[in-house]
C-alpha cells in the first residue's frame, strides 16, 4: 500500500491554498503529497547541508548610506529645465494604455 496524507492534512493543505477539492480528487491528493514531502526531505540528505547553508557564493552586506536631509529645490528653476509642465506638474508622455 503507498504511503499517504490523512484526509485532514490534505483538506487542511487545501484550505491555507484556498483550494477546493472534490471527494474524488482527495485520495490521489493524498498520495501525491505525500510523495512531494517525501521528495522535499531530501534536501536534508545533501552533504554539507546545514543552517548556514549559503545562498549567494559571498557574504557582503549591502551598505546603505544614511538619508540626510537637505535644501529643497526651487520650483521655478526645477520647471525651466523640464520640456512641458502644467502650474508646478511636470507634464510626462504617456507610457500605459489603459
Do not use: W
Not at 27 to 32: R, T, V
Not at 64 to 89: S, T
Amino acid at each position: 500500500m503507498e504511503e499517504k496524507l490523512s484526509k485532514e492534512e490534505v483538506m487542511h493543505v487545501a484550505e491555507l491554498a484556498k483550494i477546493k477539492i472534490s471527494e474524488k480528487d482527495l485520495e490521489k491528493y493524498q498520495i501525491e503529497l505525500k510523495k512531494l514531502l517525501k521528495d522535499v526531505e531530501k534536501i536534508h540528505d545533501i552533504k554539507g547541508y546545514d543552517d548556514e547553508f549559503l545562498i549567494a557564493p559571498t557574504e557582503e552586506v549591502c551598505i546603505m548610506r544614511p538619508d540626510k536631509e537637505e535644501e529643497m529645490l526651487n520650483p521655478e528653476e526645477v520647471l525651466k529645465n523640464v520640456p512641458r509642465h502644467n502650474g508646478n506638474y511636470i507634464e510626462v508622455p504617456v507610457v500605459i494604455n489603459e
